[in-house]
């Protein structure tokens, strides 16, 4: 596309996340989260914000390459410090009810030549300083939404072949495409998409299902539910009344498993990329909830200090359905980026189970909804197991099954 059309593609894209995302209310502050490059995306998301009447909107810009260099030349000692206002900004962002962007761009090999000791340290300390603050947008304190800007690094991982120019045009058409934007009224088509998806969360949470059964070449895995799990869809309503959604693009229809209720193996099948470093060929088995065991072609051992950053790291805190059909898969390339990966297929995570996906969970103390099944952690990390040869059964109270997903494709109607 030439200049004028790109504009104009990013100006609707904005928009989508402005209108779609946050659902930014007149009067309402706006904080984004980005890269020193994305810069384009974040003046066309500021403009559209003050267009739809938000009272401030202010950056917090970070640097790929700086975060790189402390990775590589600090001491474990040192990495362990934090600059003392990050922890009042955020909670001050929620305490007062404001909106919140954050634009993943960053190099899916950023880290390969860091130690995973060093990865795991920094991980720790941020995850353990940012709980609180964390653990409220996890129950969906406010409105906030997670989107994507394609920097240079991140395309030419996608695109290898390509100049990192025609590199970076793929993946901004790739973004666009996925996230409705090539279409003729972006807004109202994504209106449409969470109607269709809402109606399928619907389902699943009149059927009550106890617990999933997943079937592929290499998983044979059982997900127990909590007998209070909600489905969730695309749109979440936050506690200050305004219904958002976190995460452009999205395909899923998700729920929180039972911590302490799945039992058997699971194949990953798509690379996971993990602080920097991309874990390939992988599979984890579960006793009783808990991974027992890991397994993996490349990086294993990043993944095992990920699921050894807390108790909670080793147990499930979510459980994703999406069609091997959805438009991230028919895309037929991996994206590096979790955010657009997850909705390329059905897939779970390890750590943190949402509290909004169990009934009546934000208002549980910490002890009472991990009581009640859900699982406690300062990492959230999905990754792939979702494929066109998965089968997925939904198991009844009285053991009866029904087909959920076959061939990765969904086995009901709405």
Known sequence: MNNAEFQKSLEKYADVIVKIGVNLRAGQ????????TDYPLVRAITK????NGAKLVHVFYGDDEVHHTRMKMSSRENLTDVPSWIVPAYTSIIKDGDAYIGITSEN???LADVDPEAIAIYRKT?????RKPMQAIMRDAINWCVISYPAADW???VFPKMSTEKAQEKLWEAIFQTCRVDQRDPVAAWEKHIKELTARSTYLNKKRYTALHYKAPGTDLTVGLPSQHLWIAAQSKAENGISFTANLPTEEVFTMPHKGKVDGVVSASRPLVVSGKTVEDFALTFEKGKVV??????????LQKLIETDEGGS??????????????SRRGHLFYNTLFDENAASHIALGAAYRFTM??????TEAEFQKRGGNHSIIHTDFMIGSKDMDIDGILANGKREPIMRKGEWAFKI
Do not use: Q, W
């Open 29 to 36: 502050r706006l904080f984004i989260a980005a890269g020193i």
């Open 48 to 51: 559209s914000a003050y267009t």
């Open 108 to 110: 899916p090999d950023l």
């Open 126 to 130: 941020m995850g353990t300083k940012m």
């Open 155 to 157: 395309a030419k991982k």
């Open 293 to 302: 065991k890991v397994t993996a072609k490349k990086n294993g051992e990043t």
């Open 315 to 328: 147990h499930l805190g979510e459980v994703a359905l999406v069609p091997n059909s959805s438009p991230i």
């Open 359 to 364: 009934k009546g969970g934000g208002k549980l």
